[in-house]
């Protein structure tokens, strides 16, 4: 017989989750805030993409394409890529998601690293698996770590290129070296989201490994560079028998229409995603110099955040510097979850609130 104490419950594992928790917004009493701390693009979206939600608003009484034509078409053109290959989703999360969901289970487990994004862990433990975490060196993926890691339960290796919150990021010739040596039965996953940033000549995003192999997928994301954050748009680019699995189990409609017409005007306008790849590496440049010369340690990065590590020093912690910066409405991720205790992620923002950032941290830094 039921009581009034006893309730549905979990399957086990679930509760033993930490859930995500996304940069903070807001800071209290400050009149002016800038928000640094989500890795969003300061350009905004292409207004072509912009134009293309507003006539998508005027049919909201219909139903989305299921198959994101359009989007994927675009996707495809784009990048010169076979449309088959390609499926979209309510960003990248939820691809990494149904990849955990459609390869994994109790039993298995799927290797993460150090300092990967945070989701990888949550959605290998929302199927049922273990995530097994490898050291990274200096902040960097450590291939070597990874393959040690590998046993028989291994069925997945995540692994985030660039890297977040690092912005490090591994050259291609590793990625082979890492593919090659896997077992042909596990899937390497390439979380490509801010490979539109890089400007390396030794860097790959994935696709060429994709086309050459059947146990390795490619991930990317709309809400970086694109500036569609707020649509949710991701997208997979996988060998055709995944992509026919992830299908089974997507939801019919799992993207709306007004992502699926804007995604598509966005990636069209490789002119404006082109200035915003100018626009990042002139202030990567400037802020890694101008943050290292007011005695901070700032990791290497190639993407559009740099990854600020701060003294161990009574007063001068990266805690401490967080509230000050909050105070001044200047708002930076703080990346404790990610095994980074006395860091600040700072994404690279408008002109004025790079500057403020700069001179905030040099009055920190110049306390007492």
Same mark, same amino acid.
């Given at each position: 017989?039921?009581?009034?104490?006893?309730?549905? +419950?979990?399957?086990?594992?679930?509760?033993?989750?930490?859930?995500?928790?996304?940069?903070?917004?807001?800071?209290?009493?400050?009149?002016?805030?800038?928000?640094? +701390?989500?890795?969003?693009?300061?350009?905004?979206? +292409?207004?072509?993409?912009?134009?293309?939600?507003?006539?998508?608003?005027?049919?909201?009484?219909?139903?989305?394409?299921?198959?994101?034509?359009?989007? !994927?078409?675009?996707?495809?053109?784009?990048?010169?890529?076979?449309?088959?290959?390609? $499926?979209?989703?309510?960003?990248?999360?939820?691809?990494?998601?149904?990849?955990?969901?459609?390869?994994?289970?109790?039993?298995?487990?799927?290797?993460?690293?150090?300092?990967?994004?945070?989701?990888?862990?949550?959605?290998?433990?929302?199927?049922?698996?273990?995530?097994? %975490?490898?050291?990274?060196?200096?902040?960097?993926?450590?291939?070597?770590?990874?393959?040690?890691?590998? %046993?028989?339960?291994?069925?997945?290796?995540?692994?985030?290129?660039?890297?977040?919150? %690092?912005?490090?990021?591994?050259?291609?010739?590793?990625?082979?070296?890492?593919?090659?040596?896997?077992?042909?039965?596990?899937?390497?996953?390439?979380?490509?989201?801010?490979?539109?940033?890089?400007?390396?000549?030794?860097?790959?995003?994935?696709?060429?490994?994709?086309?050459?192999?059947?146990?390795?997928?490619?991930?990317?994301?709309?809400?970086?560079?694109?500036?569609?954050?707020?649509?949710?748009?991701?997208?997979?680019?996988?060998?055709?028998?995944?992509?026919?699995?992830?299908?089974?189990?997507?939801?019919?409609?799992?993207?709306?229409?007004?992502?699926?017409?804007?995604?598509?005007?966005?990636?069209?306008?490789?002119?404006?995603?082109?200035?915003?790849?100018?626009?990042?590496? !002139?202030?990567?440049?400037?802020?890694?110099?101008?943050?290292?010369?007011?005695? $901070? %340690?700032?990791?290497?990065?190639?993407?559009?955040?740099?990854?600020?590590?701060?003294?161990?020093?009574?007063?001068?912690?990266?805690?401490?510097?967080?509230?000050?910066?909050?105070?001044?409405?200047?708002?930076?991720?703080?990346?404790?979850?990610?095994?980074?205790?006395?860091?600040?992620?700072?994404?690279?923002?408008?002109?004025?609130?790079?500057?403020?950032?700069?001179?905030?941290?040099?009055?920190?830094?110049?306390?007492?």
């Amino acid at each position: 017989m039921s009581t009034d104490l006893e309730s549905p +419950s979990p399957r086990a594992g679930i509760l033993d989750i930490a859930a995500y928790v996304p940069g903070k917004e807001h800071a209290p009493g400050v009149a002016k805030v800038y928000k640094l +701390s989500s890795n969003e693009t300061p350009l905004g979206a +292409s207004p072509k993409a912009i134009e293309a939600f507003g006539r998508a608003a005027g049919q909201l009484e219909r139903y989305p394409d299921g198959q994101a034509i359009e989007l !994927r078409e675009a996707i495809a053109a784009v990048h010169g890529l076979n449309i088959a290959n390609i $499926l979209c989703g309510n960003g990248s999360d939820e691809l990494l998601g149904l990849l955990c969901h459609v390869y994994l289970g109790p039993g298995d487990e799927a290797i993460i690293t150090e300092h990967g994004f945070l989701v990888y862990r949550i959605q290998i433990m929302a199927a049922g698996a273990a995530p097994v %975490t490898v050291p990274e060196t200096e902040h960097r993926v450590d291939v070597d770590a990874i393959l040690a890691a590998v %046993t028989p339960k291994t069925k997945m290796v995540f692994i985030a290129n660039p890297g977040n919150p %690092t912005g490090t990021y591994v050259p291609v010739a590793e990625i082979r070296r890492l593919q090659a040596a896997l077992p042909k039965s596990v899937l390497l996953v390439l979380d490509a989201a801010y490979a539109e940033y890089v400007r390396r000549n030794d860097y790959e995003a994935g696709i060429e490994l994709v086309s050459a192999n059947r146990n390795v997928v490619m991930t990317r994301t709309f809400s970086k560079i694109y500036g569609l954050a707020a649509l949710r748009i991701g997208w997979i680019y996988a060998p055709p028998a995944i992509i026919d699995a992830l299908n089974r189990v997507r939801g019919p409609f799992n993207m709306n229409a007004p992502a699926i017409a804007a995604g598509a005007a966005a990636i069209r306008d490789q002119a404006f995603a082109a200035d915003a790849v100018e626009y990042n590496l !002139r202030w990567l440049g400037r802020l890694t110099a101008e943050l290292e010369a007011i005695g $901070l %340690t700032v990791t290497p990065s190639v993407a559009n955040f740099v990854l600020i590590h701060f003294p161990d020093e009574d007063g001068r912690r990266a805690a401490e510097a967080d509230d000050f910066l909050t105070a001044r409405g200047l708002i930076l991720r703080a990346v404790r979850g990610y095994g980074l205790p006395n860091a600040l992620r700072l994404s690279i923002g408008p002109e004025e609130a790079n500057l403020a950032v700069v001179a905030a941290l040099a009055e920190f830094m110049g306390r007492g």
